[in-house]
């Protein structure tokens, strides 16, 4: 082969390769809404524990405990503000210190800024435990708002090491009141409204967040759906898209737990209650916060086509959209 024929072959089989990974990137950046107006971002879908969960020998944590996967971050979501150049966090996690990179690297911020604010659901572990993260031992934080619940607030100053948060201005708490709603910027407004579920240190809410141009609803800790007052159809239906408690995809799950002591909607039994709802409303629903052992975190299984196939969504951290 001449040196020319060569040379020619090399360009060739160089642009075949690096086409795929130009439209890939494309794609990406598509996926980012071209950083304007406000989007929400998945930045979690795992249940507080995480995936792998400590002790577990089962098949679904195995090869994670070498090999973590990263999207196995525990439930959370972010909404930037690309007008005002600002960003909140709805949870805040063990994950927390990935997770704000994912939010900071999405504003193209070259700096690990801490987040305009961060609302908490409730006092359970995979819910507020990464405010450690904003405090003396890591990032020095300056108040940086939390907002909370009466009860939520409470817990977080009168126990340590969280009450060290706020002595050393390191967080500053915002009250909130149910269905009460807290406007962030001129386009973005959140409400907090009340769930049953178990509350020893806190109440639990979920939230409802109002863009310009979408609503979204985000519970992803509750009980049972009979237990609330408030009908989740008619509340999805009000939305345009739902994020929905999917801890466990039925009671056959577990066989080690009493399921009556964590009695979270199961994804089947949700799927039953909804069934009854045309395409377009179920396309809403996208199931988030799985336990480790929950199938339909596997693509492979069958567990997850059937969501799928019953026209709902499993929430995969990295998705986004504008609101």
């Known amino acids: 082969m001449q040196k ?24 990406i950046d598509a996926t980012h809404n071209e950083k304007n107006g406000i989007t929400l971002i998945v930045l979690g879908t795992i ?13 679904c944590c195995i090869g994670l405990y070498t090999s973590p996967g990263i999207n196995r971050k525990v439930v959370s979501i972010g909404v930037i503000d690309y007008e005002t150049g600002k960003k909140w966090m709805f949870e805040a996690t063990p994950d927390f210190a990935s997770q704000l990179y994912t939010l900071n690297d999405n504003m193209g911020a070259e700096t690990a800024t801490s987040p305009d604010g961060i609302f ?21 934080a300056s108040t940086v708002p939390v907002y909370a619940m ?3 607030k409470r817990f977080l100053t009168k126990n340590g090491p969280w009450s060290q948060l706020v002595t050393n201005t390191n967080i500053k708490l915002e009250p909130l009141e149910n269905n009460v709603t807290i406007q962030l910027s001129p386009d973005l407004q959140v409400t907090p409204f009340l769930v049953p579920h178990r509350d020893e240190f806190s ?14 609803l985000f519970i992803p800790d509750i009980d049972k759906w009979a237990k609330w007052e408030t009908s989740i159809i ?11 408690d999917a801890t466990f995809y039925d009671g056959e799950e577990l066989n080690n737990r009493d399921m009556s002591e964590i009695p979270h909607p199961f994804i089947a039994e949700s799927m039953e209650l909804f069934k009854g709802l045309p395409a ?14 929950n199938p339909a975190l596997d693509k492979r299984n069958s567990k997850y086509s059937e969501v799928i196939e019953n026209g709902f969504n499993i929430a995969e951290s990295g998705d986004m959209f504008n609101l």
Request: charged share 20%.
């Open 4 to 27: 020319t024929e060569l040379l020619a072959s090399l360009i060739i089989g160089f642009v075949v390769l690096v086409l795929p990974a130009c439209n890939e990137t494309k794609s």
């Open 47 to 59: 249940q507080d524990a995480g995936s792998p969960q400590a002790g577990c020998k089962k098949k």
């Open 120 to 140: 908490l659901t409730h006092a359970h572990l995979g819910h507020y435990t990464g405010l450690m993260y904003l405090g003396k031992e890591a990032m020095g």
């Open 150 to 152: 009466p009860r939520m």
């Open 203 to 216: 109440e639990t809410v979920g939230y409802r967040i109002e863009g310009p141009s979408k609503k979204v």
């Open 234 to 244: 008619e509340e999805i239906q009000k939305v345009d898209l739902a994020y929905l």
């Open 280 to 293: 377009s409303e179920k396309s809403k629903v996208h199931f988030i916060h799985f336990n480790h052992t």
